[in-house]
């Protein structure tokens, strides 16, 4: 069930892709603003409690449709499952962006590619190199597979239902509205968010990066992961971006202009400068961990049936 609802998902995303910012971002940015603005009154416990009636209520919610569907039709169930993963996974939400700024950097059209890449990341590109704009599109690209693909994976298999699914992206996406805030008071009421994030994408994270070694350069990719994913300064997305970089023998990090200012960034990774030729091979890995994902899924299923 699980590997045909992800078949199913992926092929329905490629001749229909989803309205991302109208389905799924703009309603949750009501919803946690409305929690915020019902709860916030400065401390951590009053951000517990709009975690858990919005998060805790999405999932219940979702959970109990599921069950209800269930009861009148596998059918139906399957098709909430399908429902409930297509809103949450969004493969297509990164993958356009990252393809047309591949076809301009491969046509020297440089002033596109920043403008692409400075749509998709939120941050000025000007004045970017072309292994600029390649090291910082392989990095948001491996970032983006895991928060909007595998990571939501993993919690759809773990738990029953849609209910995983709807537990990532929710709890992703209050912990990075209510986790930038400048103040005490907002930024003790995010904490919880962030924490109970951080407890979510712990084993999503590591099974992402063990997906990026199996398929690619596995030593290069457990010595990077090893050694180097505490530079970065997302912890848990270090060990995504240095277990990618040492899969496809690729330096990324480094400094760079983010936001029209040089960051003094780590370096991450080895080998070679990234360019081009390099977006594509980190196309190749991503798809290749995703066969990954579905034979394992296939193994599982027929596990089941034999033991069933």
Not at 50 to 72: D, K, R, T
Not at 249 to 256: K, Q
Not at 272 to 284: C, L, N, P, Y
Request: charged share 15%; hydrophobic share 55%; aromatic share 10%.
């Amino acid at each position: 069930m699980t590997l045909l609802s992800l078949l199913a998902v992926l092929l329905v995303e490629q001749v229909w892709p989803l309205p991302y910012r109208q389905f799924v971002q703009e309603p949750l940015s009501r919803l946690s603003g409305f929690l915020e603005s019902r709860f916030n009154a400065g401390e951590r416990r009053h951000g517990i409690g709009a975690w858990l009636v919005g998060v805790g209520g999405l999932v219940i919610v979702s959970g109990g449709v599921a069950v209800a569907l269930s009861q009148l039709s596998p059918l139906l169930a399957w098709l909430w499952n399908g429902l409930v993963l297509y809103l949450t996974m969004g493969f297509r939400r990164f993958s356009h962006y990252y393809t047309d700024i591949r076809l301009a950097l491969r046509m020297g059209d440089l002033v596109n590619a920043r403008k692409l890449l400075a749509e998709w990341r939120g941050h000025p590109a000007d004045g970017l190199s072309t292994a600029e704009i390649a090291r910082l599109s392989i990095e948001e690209a491996l970032c983006a597979s895991h928060r909007h693909v595998f990571g939501v994976l993993v919690c759809f298999v773990l738990l029953p239902g849609p209910c995983g699914a709807i537990l990532y992206r929710a709890s992703a996406f209050f912990a990075a509205s209510w986790g930038r805030a400048d103040d005490a008071d907002a930024a003790a009421f995010g904490s919880f968010a962030r924490r109970s994030f951080a407890i979510i994408d712990w084993l999503p994270v590591r099974l992402t990066a063990a997906s990026f070694a199996i398929v690619g350069n596995f030593e290069d990719a457990l010595y990077c992961w090893r050694t180097q994913a505490e530079k970065w300064p997302d912890d848990g997305l270090g060990i995504i971006v240095a277990s990618g970089a040492g899969a496809l023998g690729v330096r990324l990090g480094m400094p760079a202009r983010v936001a029209g200012e040089m960051a003094d960034r780590a370096e991450i990774g080895s080998g070679d400068e990234a360019d081009v030729d390099f977006m594509e091979s980190a196309v190749g890995l991503v798809w290749r961990a995703l066969v990954l994902w579905m034979l394992l899924l296939l193994l599982l299923g027929l596990a089941n049936l034999v033991g069933g």
